[in-house]
């Protein structure tokens, strides 16, 4: 097996400038590196990466916090996590996923300290989030992928919920329906102050009073029973509604069935607006999903250049970065049917 000795008497230079060069620890010239990095290919080199470690003062390990035990690690959620390891792999570090809910904000801060991590990039992030508030007191390098109470922490990146609000209710009036559901997340994710489901509500609001339109939420547990459940409500309470907006992922695979069972058509008669979701996703229901593809991959290497920006002592950006979903089609929406009869 090669050591850095052997690469040193390959390149033509000292066992302290191959170590500079492999942990970057002082600036040695182009030409220099260059025969280092030949050398080490030749010798098919492997740097010990504990080594390196204790050399740096790094792991050059970077976590990323997810509540596994709470929510489902589905197709949407790996955008993010794909995206973030790519990111993270080419500036040589690697990505863990540690699956720790805001109710285990402690174990987390545990992890911290014991130096497994160089920093932390926090998912489902709630608006009174303890992991959170437990990095910033121990001074722990840390970015969001959501947003905290504080909305202007630079820290953040997140989806432009607003703006998805609004291209999503445009895209259904622009149809001609008037009266929209939004099937959002469950009210127990709204008691505990999940970020996205608080903000897509307000923005959903917000959207259809400005344009003078009627818009009802349903809280849903997130699984197709409880989508199906949903339809059985929307139908008895509000008849009127012709259009939904589903926040939902995986209960909204629940809902067309529930519309199909009791009669009614999709796009024919109600059309069914998925967002903040995947194409896999999409491509589970029938008819497929007219859907605003997540930015996840995007917001996952986002929050991987964050946070090196911070480890590095870069300045960080002046506002959270939000980035809009992407509009794609599916069979699930169209015009408003000029007369409305459903089975009851």
Same mark, same amino acid.
């Given at each position: ?24 620890t ?89 130096g ?18 437990l ?11 959501g ?27 622009? /149809? &001609?329906h008037?009266?929209?559901?939004? @099937?959002?997340?469950?009210? !127990?994710? +709204?008691?505990h102050?999940?970020?996205? $489901? =608080? ?11 400005r ?26 309470r ?42 896999l ?17 995007? /917001? &996952?290497?986002?929050?991987?250049q964050? @946070?090196?920006d911070?480890? !590095?002592? +870069?300045r960080?950006?002046?506002?959270p $970065? =939000? ?20 089975p009851?």
């Amino acid at each position: 097996m090669a050591t850095m000795q052997d690469v040193a008497n390959l390149a033509q230079c000292s066992l302290s400038t191959v170590s500079y060069a492999i942990n970057n620890t002082r600036p040695i010239s182009a030409a220099t590196r260059q025969r280092i990095e030949q050398a080490m290919r030749e010798l098919d080199f492997r740097p010990n990466q504990i080594a390196r470690s204790l050399a740096s003062r790094r792991s050059n390990i970077l976590a990323l916090t997810f509540p596994g035990t709470e929510n489902t690690l589905g197709s949407t959620i790996m955008e993010f996590v794909t995206g973030a390891a790519q990111a993270a792999r080419e500036r040589g570090f690697h990505l863990v996923v540690w699956p720790y809910a805001p109710a285990q904000a402690d174990e987390m801060l545990q992890m911290s300290r014991q130096g497994l991590a160089d920093g932390i990039i926090v998912m489902e992030v709630r608006r009174d989030d303890p992991r959170v508030r437990l990095l910033d007191e121990h001074q722990f390098p840390l970015t969001m992928i959501g947003r905290a109470e504080d909305g202007t922490d630079s820290r953040c990146v997140d989806v432009d919920f607003e703006q998805t609000a609004e291209a999503a209710v445009a895209h259904l009036a622009e /149809l &001609g329906h008037t009266d929209i559901v939004l @099937l959002n997340h469950s009210a !127990d994710s +709204r008691d505990h102050g999940y970020g996205p $489901t =608080l903000r897509i509500a307000e923005g959903f609001h917000r959207v259809m009073g400005r344009r003078g339109l009627t818009g009802q939420v349903l809280w849903c547990d997130e699984t197709p029973a409880a989508g199906r459940r949903a339809i059985d409500e929307l139908t008895g309470r509000w008849p009127a509604v012709t259009a939904m907006v589903a926040m939902n992922e995986h209960a909204v695979i629940g809902a067309v069935g529930g519309l199909a069972g009791r009669g009614i058509a999709v796009p024919q008669t109600f059309s069914v607006l998925s967002i903040v979701t995947s194409p896999l996703m999409a491509q589970m229901a029938e008819p497929a999903l007219t859907i605003l593809h997540s930015p996840g991959a995007d /917001l &996952g290497r986002l929050g991987v250049q964050n @946070l090196l920006d911070q480890l !590095d002592g +870069r300045r960080p950006a002046p506002a959270p $970065t =939000l980035l809009p979903c992407r509009w794609e089609a599916g069979r699930s929406t169209g015009p408003v049917p000029p007369v409305i009869h459903r089975p009851r």
